[in-house]
């Protein structure tokens, strides 16, 4: 089946647009502001284009979406088909059954389960929201500070808060919580959360509840979608998350993939 190119904006939307909040990220990424830094591979049966491959190179390792529907067998075809054009190094998000097809000529190292969460039943008046605050570049060093500590492995970047959607919640004047949008399109109507943390000497108070709150309240005013990941075992934050309205509509793996190998046959 043959490996298509995929050039246009509107060759792919149709094809996320099937399923909304499994392709939260991907449907942003159309967006002009993260446009440039994507590459689109699609498999194409009859004219028909019947799986979709996301390559974001704006980070390094860039990242890999595979993800789709059931049944899952066109998306495993094009992951094989693709894998020669994939770069040496990825960072990779999996549905069901594609980093098995990967393995054979590739090297696998899963971060585990995640699951793919929308906001179905919006249940946002909680204690706090009143407290949170709008965060700028002037609080960058804070945002740094607390990631340090409570989310060494976040993905969050100062860029993050041009989006104008990036919040936080103060104790005795210590920045201790704080919530933002991975991916935020008005365009697309989508909006990704992410880099949602709570210092560990302060949880357990319904801190990341209300910055989360207050951050689905304000993006839901110029978008219809808002979705989530989070590891399937943080049952703290996925109950929290739960308490807002979010619902699980995806189970997907997270993986870093070394395709060296597989490149060089």
């Not at 090297?107 to 179905?120: D, I």
């Not at 709570?198 to 219809?224: I, Q």
């Amino acid at each position: 089946m043959p490996v298509v190119r995929l050039a246009r904006p509107d060759q792919i939307e149709p094809v996320l647009r099937r399923n909304v909040f499994l392709h939260v990220y991907a449907l942003g990424d159309l967006d002009p502001a993260f446009w440039p830094f994507t590459t689109w591979y699609g498999l194409e049966v009859a004219g028909e284009v019947r799986a979709i491959l996301l390559l974001y190179s704006a980070f390094d390792p860039p990242t890999l979406m595979a993800l789709g529907d059931p049944p899952f067998e066109d998306l495993h075809e094009l992951l094989r088909s693709a894998r020669p054009l994939l770069p040496a190094n990825v960072y990779a998000h999996l549905s069901p059954g594609c980093r098995e097809t990967l393995e054979p000529l590739a090297q696998a190292n899963s971060r585990g389960p995640h699951l793919k969460m929308a906001l179905v039943e919006p249940a946002l008046d909680v204690p706090g929201t009143d407290r949170v605050e709008r965060m700028t570049h002037a609080n960058v060093p804070d945002l740094n500070a607390l990631y340090a500590v409570g989310y060494p492995g976040s993905w969050f970047a100062p860029r993050q808060i041009d989006t104008g959607h990036y919040y936080g919640l103060r104790v005795n004047g210590e920045l201790v919580s704080a919530a933002g949008c991975h991916v935020y399109s008005p365009t697309q109507k989508v909006a990704a959360l992410g880099n949602i943390v709570t210092h560990p000497a302060h949880r357990g108070r319904g801190h990341a509840a209300a910055v989360t709150a207050r951050l689905c309240t304000e993006v839901m005013k110029s978008v219809d979608h808002v979705g989530l990941n989070v590891k399937a075992d943080n049952t703290i934050a996925v109950r929290c998350y739960e308490r807002l309205g979010f619902r699980a509509v995806a189970e997907y793996e997270e993986v870093g993939v070394e395709l060296a190998d597989a490149r060089r046959l």
